[in-house]
Structures are given as structure tokens and as C-alpha cells.
């Protein structure tokens, strides 16, 4: 996948993990790319240690696995942010 591929499916995957997930979240459109796009790098990890298969592009498969990566990595900022 081409750079601008990972920024368009970041943001699809971003914003579908904060309508998954609303609340109070930091930043606007960058870190919903950013969340899109490191959702589809945890995403990718966790289902190729699980034997789901990996993030290969454009398909269903890869895109839930990131939507879970981002929803997981939005869990764990939560997490984080409320004890501070």
C-alpha cells in the first residue's frame, strides 16, 4: 500500500473506532489518521499471533483488525489517561 493509502484507510479506521468509541479523545484529523493507521499496525500483530491472518490492504479483513487495533489502542489511552 501506497502512503496515500495508509492516510485514507487511517482515517476510515480512525473514525470508525471513535463512532465505536466516543468520548473525549486528544486531537482532530491527524490523530484520527494516526489512530487509523498504528490500529492497523496492532491490529495486524495481534491477528498474526492469533493466526487470523495480517493487514494486506484493502479487503474486510484487514480493515476489522485495524478498527480492532484502533479500539484497543483507544481502551489502553483511556485506561492510562484516567489514572493520570
Do not use: E
Given at each position: 500500500?501506497?502512503?496515500l493509502?495508509?492516510i485514507?484507510?487511517?482515517l476510515?479506521v480512525?473514525?470508525?473506532?471513535?463512532?465505536?468509541?466516543?468520548?473525549?479523545?486528544?486531537g482532530?484529523?491527524?490523530m484520527?489518521?494516526?489512530?487509523g493507521?498504528?490500529g492497523a499496525f496492532?491490529?495486524?500483530?495481534?491477528g498474526?499471533?492469533l493466526?487470523?491472518g495480517?493487514?494486506?490492504?484493502?479487503?474486510?479483513?484487514?480493515?476489522?483488525?485495524?478498527?480492532?487495533?484502533?479500539v484497543?489502542?483507544?481502551?489502553i489511552?483511556?485506561?492510562?489517561?484516567?489514572d493520570s
Open positions: 500500500m501506497g502512503i493509502s495508509w485514507a484507510m487511517g476510515l480512525g473514525v470508525v473506532a471513535k463512532l465505536i468509541m466516543p468520548g473525549k479523545d486528544p482532530g484529523f491527524i484520527t489518521i494516526l489512530l493507521i498504528a496492532v491490529g495486524g500483530f495481534i498474526t499471533q493466526g487470523f495480517s493487514f494486506t490492504g484493502w479487503n474486510l479483513k484487514s480493515f476489522l483488525l485495524a478498527v480492532g487495533g484502533a484497543l489502542l483507544l481502551i489511552y483511556r485506561f492510562f489517561k484516567k
